[in-house]
């Protein structure tokens, strides 16, 4: 069993970024109207493009059995979601070619996460509706996903 920790940039570095529009913008545009925080993801592709694609994911709760990771080694992927609703991302180190200890963190709902290329990662996991995120992510020949079956599962808990 693992407790869900609260969604940092600090605590989420090692797996990837998080893009949240907290502090000072970086910049003022649109007549003085608009505050644009720049440039908070570092997408990376092998051999293709960045797509963005909407996905649109069953609703689910915790606590929360995961019995699979998986990661894609040819691209990162970023999770925008489009509505204000928490979400849970479960996380591991490579360890070797395979998972190692996972970590489980929750988002507070106006935040969006990119995973590094090759990030091993739970599948998109909304704790309330709609489910709905925009997915910037590889777009490519090949197969950009390696899945593993979690052995022995785990269950997921609010920290």
Request: glycine share 12%.
């Amino acid at each position: 069993m693992i407790r869900t920790e609260p969604l940092t940039a600090e605590a989420f570095a090692p797996f990837g970024d998080v893009l949240e529009a907290t502090g000072a913008p970086d910049k003022i545009i649109n007549a003085g109207k608009c505050g644009r925080y720049h440039d908070r993801a570092n997408l990376s592709f092998f051999e293709g493009r960045a797509g963005v694609s909407i996905f649109k994911a069953e609703i689910r709760a915790l606590p929360y059995h995961c019995d699979l990771l998986e990661r894609h080694p040819d691209g990162s992927q970023c999770f925008i979601p489009m509505s204000e609703h928490p979400f849970l991302i479960i996380v591991a180190p490579d360890a070797g070619g395979t998972p190692g200890a996972p970590r489980a963190f929750l988002s507070d709902g106006a935040q969006a996460i990119n995973f590094h290329r090759g990030t091993w990662h739970g599948v998109l996991t909304p704790l309330d509706g709609p489910g709905l995120f925009a997915v910037v992510d590889r777009i490519g020949a090949g197969a950009n996903l390696e899945e593993v079956p979690c052995d022995p599962p785990f269950t997921v808990v609010a920290g």
